[in-house]
């Protein structure tokens, strides 16, 4: 069988885990649901009480994919987490920002250090 591709890696700053999505496009379904699982099932595993999302690596990403992260967002609040994302380029930033879950659902900072700072 094989194996899922894996859709971050993982490292730290300041103590605080941070998902570094790896270098895709987000907007079919199959690799969405994919990387939506994998991101629950690490929260799931680790329950981090504060993680980053960091998006360096990601060049576009569709409302689909803003769905996943609300998911992803009640997995890490439901094990009693904070979640911050990062990094973000302006075609990425904006489905958030028209969404008007920028600011508001979702905490976004240019730079995984401002969001580990504001936890």
Known sequence: MESSPQFFTVSA???VP???LGTADFVSRPIIVLAQ???IEYIDNT???RLVINFKNVGHISSE???AMIHVRDHVKGNGGELKLSHMNDSV???FK???LAGRLFMIYESTAEAVDAF
Request: charged share 30%; glycine share 4%.
């Open 37 to 39: 699982d994998q991101i």
């Open 98 to 100: 028209i969404t008007k």
């Open 93 to 95: 930033y904006a489905p």
């Open 13 to 15: 700053v300041d103590g």
């Open 47 to 49: 329950k981090p009480e």
């Open 18 to 20: 941070e998902l570094i």
């Open 65 to 67: 994919f803003i769905t």
